[in-house]
């Protein structure tokens, strides 16, 4: 059965470099006050403090998390992009440690109901990082298009430019990119050291990226950059263009010097990267393996356990879909036919805009906002997801960005649902709007927020207007899109926490119809982003418990708009956390 034969890559949101990395920066937090104030004050000048640290860690982070810092107390930050120097590194455990002890001396009970929360959340979020930092060099900077060499161009490119500082500070992000790059390649070296260096194979596929930067005529960085600078009021037409000549300098005479530096420097460490295989063939691989899951899931179920769960859902979606060819024998054909005849609505802002419509009846009212759909640079097709969100300044939500990848995307409904409405621009401007403390908007969950938008794109299927299809095709879309999450996590696991090889996964694949080169591109993949489909698959399934779970204690009170509003609110968390809160309000 040909079932799984357009395997596509899970789309990403895009992550601002700096935030993932937030714990190397020095966290030196508030200091012991003695006057004799209640809990409430002393955690809420801790949280500010805590927030004011992360937030101005470096440059872009500052940039990128909000548009006025000022108002929030912040001055100018020190470097321009968060480094991983060696020192911060190896000490990250201990800092973190240090400030777990620092929020166990908080007597919780004594806390704001709101500060309970985010005592909470603050609390689980830094022990999950504290486990992964038992494992200093363990984590993929590089690759073909998860690697930040390539993460830093996508952040670049849409650097918020609103007037003539912003494009100084631009220029300053530009010329210091030879600086951040000597931080990756200390990185790689100390991980040549360590034997946890990528293999030859994803070096290769990261070189010949960044051969693409260096050598391309239409440099990204310079035509992103005229079109956001067209934008910028203020500024006359010919201060404009002067700007231009001097960004395409930049790039011309430092950035693509750094790159090809970069290059460089990478092409030497060829040949120490012993290990072609997954996690699971590191000292310690398996043991950071799961710290990975526990951070990029934000569940508390064991990798034994979630194997099961892939195991199951596989079987369960083969079972519907053979009963669905039985009960109509020429259903893939059809099922064929309609992926490439469909026509539900072919211009994007007219999906976004039907999508907001539709979920009206099944999600609280969210602020009124605005969206550009832009497409990735051409340059970057290869590199790139399918689509991903640019996350907004959370004091200037209003104005937000989704990018499609032309070369990648072939539906727009569902890619848009999961990127837009009810997905990741609906969920990230709803809490945005909410006000929270702040240090909560600095705290990563992708099992949270990517488990969410697979959720919500799941859903959106059933929402759909497939014309001369009806239920088929619906349930059809479904069962793919669940089966094909499922097979790909099953394979993550299996690379990583059980030794597989290529040829397995190849063994593996061919049972249910894929073919070599499918095989092979995922093994890779998978390879190059340890657990990143787990974030989707696991958080999806993980929804969809606390949906059964509430639909149960609920009875006769359950009401789907209702379970919606109660995820938002929570905003990003653990699961165990979320499944508390909701069980303690109904």
């Known amino acids: 059965m040909e079932l799984a034969g357009s395997l596509k890559k899970i789309r990403v949101k895009l992550i601002v470099i700096g935030i993932c990395l937030i714990f190397l920066a020095v966290l030196s937090f508030v200091k012991e006050d003695h006057k004799d104030n209640s809990d409430q004050e002393k955690f809420q000048r801790y949280t500010i403090s805590f927030f004011k640290e992360n937030a101005s860690a470096n440059e872009i982070t500052m940039h990128y998390l909000l548009e006025n810092p000022e108002k929030y107390g912040l001055k100018k930050s020190k470097s321009l992009y968060g480094k991983m120097k060696k020192e911060d590194v190896l000490n990250e455990k201990n800092k973190i440690s240090d400030e777990i002890k620092k929020l166990k001396k908080f007597r919780k009970k004594e806390l704001t109901r709101k500060q309970q929360n985010t005592y909470e959340v603050l609390m689980d979020y830094l022990s999950r990082q504290e486990k992964l930092a038992m494992y200093p060099y363990y984590e993929r900077v590089l690759g073909k298009s998860s690697g930040q060499q390539v993460q830093i161009l996508l952040?670049?490119?849409?650097?918020?430019?609103?007037?003539?500082?912003?494009?100084?500070?631009?220029?300053?992000?530009?010329?210091?990119?030879?600086?951040?790059?000597?931080?990756?390649?200390?990185?790689?070296?100390?991980?040549?050291?360590?034997?946890?260096?990528?293999?030859?194979?994803?070096?290769?596929?990261?070189?010949?990226?960044?051969?693409?930067?260096?050598?391309?005529?239409?440099?990204?960085?310079?035509?992103?950059?005229?079109?956001?600078?067209?934008?910028?009021?203020?500024?006359?037409?010919?201060?404009?263009?002067?700007?231009?000549?001097?960004?395409?300098?930049?790039?011309?005479?430092?950035?693509?010097?750094?790159?090809?530096?970069?290059?460089?420097?990478?092409?030497?460490?060829?040949?120490?990267?012993?290990?072609?295989?997954?996690?699971?063939?590191?000292?310690?691989?398996?043991?950071?393996?799961?710290?990975?899951?526990?951070?990029?899931?934000?569940?508390?179920?064991?990798?034994?356990?979630?194997?099961?769960?892939?195991?199951?859902?596989?079987?369960?979606?083969?079972?519907?879909?053979?009963?669905?060819?039985?009960?109509?024998?020429?259903?893939?054909?059809?099922?064929?036919?309609?992926?490439?005849?469909?026509?539900i609505v072919q211009n994007s802002q007219k999906v976004l805009n039907k999508l907001r419509q539709k979920m009206v009846k099944y999600y609280p009212k969210a602020p009124k906002v605005s969206c550009k759909i832009k497409y990735v640079h051409k340059t970057m097709e290869e590199y790139t997801s399918p689509a991903f969100y640019m996350v907004p300044a959370v004091d200037s939500y209003k104005e937000n960005v989704i990018y499609i990848n032309k070369s990648q995307t072939a539906e727009l409904y569902p890619t848009l649902a999961h990127e837009g409405y009810p997905g990741h621009l609906y969920q990230n401007v709803y809490y945005a709007a909410k006000g929270d403390d702040p240090v909560r908007y600095l705290l990563d969950y992708p099992g949270y927020s990517e488990g969410y938008a697979t959720?919500?794109?799941?859903?959106?299927?059933?929402?759909?207007?497939?014309?001369?299809?009806?239920?088929?095709?619906?349930?059809?879309?479904?069962?793919?899109?669940?089966?094909?999450?499922?097979?790909?996590?099953?394979?993550?696991?299996?690379?990583?926490?059980?030794?597989?090889?290529?040829?397995?996964?190849?063994?593996?694949?061919?049972?249910?119809?894929?073919?070599?080169?499918?095989?092979?591109?995922?093994?890779?993949?998978?390879?190059?982003?340890?657990?990143?489909?787990?974030?989707?698959?696991?958080?999806?399934?993980?929804?969809?418990?606390?949906?059964?779970?509430?639909?149960?204690?609920?009875?006769?009170?359950?009401?789907?708009?209702?379970?919606?509003?109660?995820?938002?609110?929570?905003?990003?968390?653990?699961?165990?956390?979320?499944?508390?809160?909701?069980?303690?309000?109904?």
Request: charged letters at 30%; aromatic letters at 12%.
């Open 155 to 343: 952040t670049l490119s849409e650097y918020r430019l609103k007037n003539e500082q912003n494009i100084k500070s631009y220029f300053k992000l530009l010329r210091g990119l030879n600086a951040y790059f000597d931080s990756l390649i200390e990185y790689s070296k100390e991980q040549v050291k360590r034997n946890l260096f990528i293999s030859d194979e994803s070096l290769e596929e990261t070189l010949k990226q960044i051969k693409s930067v260096t050598t391309q005529k239409d440099n990204m960085l310079a035509a992103t950059f005229n079109l956001r600078i067209s934008e910028v009021k203020g500024i006359n037409a010919a201060t404009k263009k002067q700007y231009c000549r001097e960004n395409k300098k930049i790039v011309k005479m430092e950035v693509i010097p750094a790159y090809e530096r970069l290059y460089s420097h990478l092409q030497a460490l060829k040949g120490n990267g012993k290990n072609k295989n997954g996690l699971y063939y590191y000292k310690n691989g398996k043991d950071y393996y799961e710290a990975l899951v526990a951070q990029k899931t934000g569940s508390a179920k064991t990798v034994e356990e979630m194997i099961e769960i892939s195991d199951q859902t596989i079987e369960k979606c083969l079972r519907k879909l053979i009963k669905l060819q039985k009960k109509y024998p020429n259903i893939i054909n059809r099922y064929r036919k309609s992926k490439k005849n469909i026509k």
């Open 455 to 586: 959720y919500v794109e799941g859903f959106s299927y059933s929402m759909m207007d497939a014309e001369g299809y009806g239920d088929i095709y619906q349930q059809m879309n479904m069962e793919m899109y669940e089966y094909n999450l499922a097979l790909c996590s099953r394979v993550d696991f299996g690379v990583h926490y059980e030794g597989w090889k290529k040829k397995d996964v190849r063994a593996y694949l061919r049972s249910f119809g894929m073919e070599k080169s499918q095989a092979d591109e995922l093994f890779q993949m998978i390879i190059e982003n340890p657990a990143n489909y787990l974030s989707y698959y696991i958080g999806y399934q993980e929804f969809h418990e606390l949906l059964t779970d509430y639909k149960n204690k609920a009875g006769k009170q359950y009401n789907l708009k209702a379970y919606h509003t109660e995820i938002l609110d929570a905003g990003p968390c653990s699961f165990d956390i979320l499944r508390r809160r909701i069980e303690s309000n109904l």
